[in-house]
């Protein structure tokens, strides 16, 4: 698997992400972590999930799994024809590859310029935004004195309540 995955074992489908999540108590315990949902909802869930592929060039954040559990994301161009699991409306909701969350971030156009506002750190961003490319070596985890990191902390439980909507579960 590439490094910063949140699966530890390759899935082909549903049925194997549904037998990896039964199996493997700590990439569930990954996603119940980050989407803030127990392991039993997160394994019912993910089961109504189908693979698709990109119809086109989507921006979006990333989530990666860096050394000791922490969780790190990143705002990445997803490819067209990138094979991901969606839920049933369409909307992608993780990279096939390895199993890492993908969220769409709204109001930025095809080509990364705009100025976007992340709902997992709440920063405004404005720069050319990288492909996403599984096998990217991570940026080392923040440090624990930093704005960002200490920011998060104060608020470890704080989701934007337009980001949840999107998710029925």
Known sequence: MPPGAFLRNPVSDVDALSRELREDSVAVSRYSHKLHLSPAIVRANF???????????????????????RIGVKVRRVRKGTVVFSLPNGTPVLAQVCGN?????????????????SPFTKKRRRADIPDFDPSEPLDPPQRPGSRRHSRARRHPQRLDPAWCREYPF
């Open 47 to 69: 089961a109504h999930l189908h693979l698709t592929r990109l119809k086109r060039d989507i921006i979006m954040e990333v989530c990666y799994v860096h050394p000791g559990e």
């Open 101 to 117: 969350p993908l969220h769409k971030l709204a109001g930025l156009n095809r080509r990364g310029k705009r100025s976007i506002v």
